[in-house]
């Protein structure tokens, strides 16, 4: 009921604001374990521990790194469920933002092209010269 009255008194702004404030900080916890476990089966499943230069430094930033983005992601599709009426819509929404920050991550792989093959060739001739 309050959050009508405020709503006609233009402070839910503010409210929506605290509201999201909240949910970041009571999910780190759980964000900080799914990471924690999610992470380390990927770190050692991909192969990350076994390449050159690696070390436990690597590993914990690879941690950070996924803690950072299933927060922001959660935080996104906070506002964008706050900002959309509709939940039809907002999933709508959160769906075209899923596949653009999938096309713009660079975690898609590229075929190799004939022209990236020349380049290689070229390379190494002119290093066996």
């Known amino acids: 009921m309050s ?23 009571a999910g780190i916890p759980t964000s900080l374990i799914d990471a924690l476990l999610y992470g380390s089966i990927i770190y050692w499943f991909v192969g990350l521990a076994y390449s050159k230069g690696a070390s436990i430094a690597n590993y914990f930033v690879f941690l950070l790194l996924m803690l950072v983005t299933s927060t922001s992601a959660g935080l ?14 907002s999933h709508a929404c959160m769906s075209v933002c899923i ?31």
């Open 3 to 25: 959050y009508l009255r405020d709503s006609c008194l233009n402070v839910h702004n503010l409210i929506t604001f605290s509201i999201a404030a909240v949910q970041l900080a």
């Open 99 to 129: 596949v653009i920050l999938i096309l713009f991550s660079g975690l898609l792989f590229r075929r190799k092209s004939s022209h990236s093959e020349s380049n290689l060739r070229i390379t190494r001739v002119c290093a066996m010269s």
């Open 76 to 89: 996104i599709f906070s506002i964008i469920g706050a900002d959309v009426k509709d939940r039809t819509t």
